[in-house]
């Protein structure tokens, strides 16, 4: 995804040791994806990324797609609790948090959110291990005609660390 993307805004680099790309925390820095009819994952869903976090200090979107709606984002916020959310095509929306073990600063990570649409479960993964998961509707997820946004958003602080890896399976 990142060769076909574009970096908005200012306070970004390229980790040249591991292969990732940095990020300040800097308002409006994020990478964008123009939409395209593969982004929107309608059934079942993974998202993949290796991340690593310099601090915690406010919600930050690892990866959403915009629009009118956000079918799919995954999200850590200012605790380091991760969120997987999803917009269902009947208006409907469904989450995740990871409560129960957050994230810290400084360390990487392994994140892997997994929506079945057959059976409506979803599972947020952290370094392999099953971290939370619950059952929940089985509808069609939403489309967008909205950018895939990596990072952070328009108007809202990017992550401050280095995103590594980013895949997304449907």
């Known amino acids: ?55 915690l200090a406010a919600q930050h979107h690892i990866i959403r797609k915009h629009g009118t709606t956000a079918p799919y984002r995954l999200t850590i916020e200012s605790d380091g609790d991760i969120t997987f959310a999803v917009d269902d095509s009947v208006g409907g929306e469904e989450t995740v948090a990871t409560t129960d073990t957050p994230i810290s600063a400084g360390t990487r990570y392994n994140i892997v959110a997994v929506r079945n649409q057959g059976t409506g479960i979803m599972s947020i993964y952290v370094d392999g291990v099953l971290n939370t998961s619950t059952t929940n509707s089985t509808n069609a997820l939403d489309t967008s005609t909205g950018e895939l946004e990596i990072g952070g958003k328009t108007g809202v602080a990017s992550i401050d660390g280095t995103i590594y890896r980013l895949a997304l399976y449907h």
């Open 1 to 55: 995804l990142f060769g076909s993307g574009t970096i908005n805004g200012s306070g970004s680099g390229w980790d040249t040791t591991d292969y990732g790309v940095t990020m300040d925390g800097t308002t409006g820095l994020y990478i964008s994806v123009e939409d395209d009819s593969t982004l929107d994952l309608t059934n079942s869903i993974s998202l993949c990324v290796d991340i690593k976090l310099d601090t």
